[in-house]
């Protein structure tokens, strides 16, 4: 996974385990500070698809077989996190 994909992902995972727990006030300086840590990268929601696909190339990088059952338990159990 090159550089910039890396830590989309790392944002989009920060802030969808943050942003709900802050005022309306509180998230856009918390936006503020993750655009000052990670310039440049998009501050959009999370895309379930690239999680999965990031999941499924990391089992890949590793030699581990993908299940697609674990997969969705991966997505599922993000979302309640």
């Not at 655009?35 to 990268?41: C, L, S, T």
Request: with cysteine; aromatic share 8%; hydrophobic share 40%.
């Amino acid at each position: 996974m090159d550089g910039p994909t890396e830590a989309k992902l790392v944002v989009q995972a920060v802030r969808i385990n943050t942003l709900s727990k802050l005022t309306f006030t509180d998230s856009i300086r918390f936006d503020a500070l993750v655009r000052d840590i990670f310039p440049g990268v998009d501050l959009k929601d999370i895309e379930y698809e690239q999680l999965a696909a990031a999941y499924r190339e990391t089992c890949e990088e590793r030699h581990l077989l993908v299940n697609e059952n674990q997969v969705t338990w991966l997505i599922t159990s993000s979302l309640t996190l």
